[in-house]
C-alpha cells in the first residue's frame, strides 16, 4: 500500500507540478537578457528618453509656432475647397439628368423620324422619275417604230 501511494504522488507531482519546466523557462530568459543581450535594451530605453527629453524642450516651441503660422492659411484652404465642393453638388442636385436624358432622346427620335421621312420622300420621287423616264421611252420607240413602220 505504501508503494502504491508513493506511485501515485510521483505521478501526481510528473503530471501537476510545473515547477522543473517553469524554472528552466525562468533561467533561459534570463539568460536571453543578461547574458546574450546585454544592456542593449537599456540603452536603447536611455536614448529614447533622451530623444524625447530633446523634442520636448525644444522642438515643441517650434512646432507650435509653425502651427500658429500655417494652420490659418490651412483652415482657409480647407474652407474654399469645401464650398466649392458644396457648390458642386449644389449644381449636381439642380441637374436634372433624367429630364435631360429624356428631352435628348425624344430630340433624336424626332431626328430620326425625320430623316426617315426625308428618305423615303427622296425614294418616291426616284421611283416616280424612274416611271415617268420609262414611259417616254416607251413612248420615244413606239413613235420611232411608227415612223420606221416597223410593227412587230
Known amino acids: ?9 510521483e505521478i501526481w507531482g510528473r503530471l501537476f507540478d510545473h515547477r522543473p519546466f517553469v524554472q528552466g523557462e525562468v533561467t533561459f530568459f534570463l539568460r536571453e537578457f543578461q547574458e546574450r543581450r546585454s ?3 537599456v540603452e536603447r530605453l536611455f536614448k529614447i528618453l533622451e530623444y524625447t527629453t530633446e523634442l ?4 515643441l516651441d517650434r512646432t507650435e509656432q509653425l502651427g ?21 453638388l449644389q449644381r449636381e442636385e439642380n441637374f436634372d439628368s433624367d429630364n435631360v436624358l429624356s428631352e435628348n432622346r425624344l430630340l433624336r427620335k424626332r431626328e430620326w423620324e425625320k430623316f426617315i ?6 425614294c418616291q420621287k426616284v421611283d416616280q422619275t424612274f416611271q415617268e423616264k420609262e414611259t417616254e421611252i416607251q413612248e420615244f420607240y413606239v413613235d420611232l417604230e411608227k415612223k420606221l413602220h416597223i410593227t412587230p
Not at 421621312?117 to 427622296?122: C, E, H
Open 1 to 9: 500500500m505504501a508503494s502504491v501511494i508513493k506511485d501515485t504522488g
Open 39 to 41: 544592456d542593449r535594451e
Open 56 to 59: 520636448k524642450e525644444s522642438q
Open 68 to 88: 500658429d503660422c500655417h494652420l490659418p492659411s490651412l483652415k482657409a484652404n480647407v474652407d474654399v475647397a469645401l464650398s466649392m465642393c458644396n457648390r458642386v
Open 117 to 122: 421621312n426625308d428618305m423615303s420622300d427622296k
